[in-house]
């Protein structure tokens, strides 16, 4: 075997040029593949992060008739007294925070425009909370003895026009069915980087959004987040009650779960016709490499080499342009990767409902990644590599003898 490398080795340097551009074509298509999956994979983990973080946490739990799509503020569809189920919950040692959170439609009025929002009433002194507290960009976050104030997003501001300091009107419904208007002061406004998310959400202090929402005592979910996201089965055990429900963020995230296995599937296929294509270059060069060593496999031929022996060189200068391919193509792949994790690509705003999307795509990538497309670029070009070597192995050595004169 070492002497069948050693040959082939010799064999390809007859023409470095044109082995040289074999692998890099490989590599090229390698690294293009590891930054793809790369930014596959971080998009994805930002995306459930961030739906964990900003919208349903690892888990929630409901009354038994809560709908979250009809954002009801029926009492029956409400858990009482959150607070104290909130401290029983956190009490848990998996429990990171567990914090109540109201829910209710409004309009947002400054002079003509006027912004359909979400209005989300919160415990400010909850760690859940840290995103929006981190992210106030202007002026200053909530305090839970708050009456007349809110927090916006920076997407909201600027679409209105709107400062820290403004003033503002607020059209929420009630759980009797009416509007509740009020005159509320800008305390501050916060970027999560998610400008959809932005765009839509206004917190103002638990207590003041069950005043307003006459849901006195009552809160739309308990708000869970835990140390550990493998620790979500056995707080579900836990807190298993016929009096709530209670929802795991896969439940809650199925349409970012249901997408992340979708694109699973189909980024091996695409991974396969990627290489395929680039493995063609390598096989061009060993069917060129066939026809211009025609005499000489005639020879070898004509001097007891038998057609095993030949496919299996033709092999091991598949593999030695392979493994060049390979390393080039992780070394160029690594640097495309190391930016991307760093720097991103910025892509805007997609305005995308239900999947939170960063205005920029961030690359992360697991060895698990690296193996398998090692592994698969090793095996398609070989599987391409055995044309030429039937071909070469196929020849007859009297033809070969006098087609290489």
């Known amino acids: 075997m070492l002497h069948l490398l050693r040959m082939a080795y010799r064999n390809l340097g007859r023409n470095r040029r044109r082995s040289l551009f074999s692998a890099l074509a490989l590599g090229l298509g390698l690294a293009l593949l590891l930054l793809m999956a790369s930014v596959v994979r971080g998009e994805y983990r930002d995306a459930m992060l961030a739906s964990i973080t900003l919208q349903t946490g690892h888990l929630q739990v409901r009354a038994q008739s809560y709908d979250e799509d009809k954002t009801s503020l029926a009492w029956e569809d409400l858990v009482e007294n959150p607070e104290r189920i909130a401290t029983q919950i956190a009490s848990l040692p998996p429990v990171k925070a567990a914090t109540p959170r109201l829910f209710a439609s409004g309009i947002l009025v400054k002079g003509d425009e006027t912004a359909g929002v979400r209005i989300i009433g919160i415990d400010p002194l909850s760690e859940a909370n840290a995103p929006y507290r981190e992210g106030v960009i202007e002026g200053e976050f909530l305090t839970p003895e708050d009456r007349e104030g809110i927090l916006i997003g920076h997407s909201l501001a600027s679409k209105l026009n709107l400062k820290a300091g403004d003033q503002v009107h607020l059209m929420v419904n009630t759980s009797d069915g009416e509007v509740n208007e009020q005159l509320f002061t800008l305390r501050g406004i916060y970027a999560t980087q998610f400008p959809s998310y932005d765009e839509v959400h206004v917190f103002m202090p638990l207590a003041k959004a069950q005043a307003i929402t006459l849901t006195e005592n009552h809160a739309s979910i308990i708000f869970v987040l835990l140390h550990d996201q493998e620790q979500t089965q056995a707080v579900v055990d836990a807190l298993q009650t016929s009096q709530y429900q209670v929802k795991t963020w896969e439940e809650m995230n199925l349409l970012l779960v249901q997408t992340e296995q ?24 060993l069917v060129m490499a066939v026809f211009e060593r025609t005499r000489e496999i005639g020879i070898l031929s004509a001097l007891g080499m038998r057609g095993t022996r030949v496919i299996a060189l033709f092999f091991a200068e598949s593999s030695l342009l392979t493994l060049g391919g390979i390393v080039l193509g992780l070394v160029i792949g690594g640097i495309a990767v190391a930016y991307a994790a760093k720097y991103g690509f910025y892509i805007g705003d997609f305005g995308t409902t239900g999947i939170l999307i960063r205005e920029r795509l961030y690359g992360y990538l697991i060895p698990s990644d690296v193996i398998t497309l090692t592994i698969i670029a090793f095996i398609v070009t070989l599987l391409g590599s055995l044309y030429p070597a039937l071909l070469a192995a196929r020849l007859d050595p009297v033809e070969a003898l006098r087609g290489g004169k």
């Open 262 to 285: 979708f694109s699973r599937a189909y980024m091996v296929l695409f991974y396969l016709i990627v290489l395929a294509i680039t493995a063609t270059v390598i096989v061009n060069t």
